[in-house]
Nanobody, 120 residues
Framework: QVQLVESGGGLVQPGGSLRLSCTAS????????MYWYRQATGKERELVAA????????NYADSVKGRFTMSRDNAKNTVYLQMNSLKPEDTAVYYC?????????????WGQGIQVTVSS
């Protein structure tokens, strides 16, 4: 059974930090590009960070550059999102996404999402 399970969310004050984790099972994690998305209430889902290759450097949305760091540990089938200097506008449900395209077939998995709330 394919699963992506996020953890580490919660309530934090502005300026604080959280570390999200996403652990994969049921597929060969190391072969997938990995992404973090978020969706705030009433807004469209937006891409926050991505590691396009299996060992490539992360790419970030302008809104989180310099504050968020994405990393992956293929040995643990886990991807992380370290979030520092959090702002109220970072409040959203955060989703982990795995994607691979091979020989005309797309493999596409999503986590269930985890709430991050930044508020005093």
């Amino acid at each position: 059974q394919v699963q992506l399970v996020e953890s580490g969310g919660g309530l934090v004050q502005p300026g604080g930090s959280l570390r999200l984790s996403c652990t994969a099972s049921g597929f060969t994690f190391s072969g997938y590009a990995m992404y973090w998305y978020r969706q705030a209430t009433g807004k469209e889902r937006e891409l926050v960070a991505a590691i396009f290759g299996t060992t490539g450097n992360p790419n970030y949305a302008d809104s989180v550059k310099g504050r968020f760091t994405m990393s992956r540990d293929n040995a643990k089938n886990t991807v992380y999102l370290q979030m520092n200097s959090l702002k109220p506008e970072d409040t959203a449900v955060y989703y982990c996404h795995a994607w691979k395209y091979v020989s005309g077939s797309k493999f596409d998995y999503w986590g269930q999402g985890i709430q991050v709330t930044v508020s005093s």
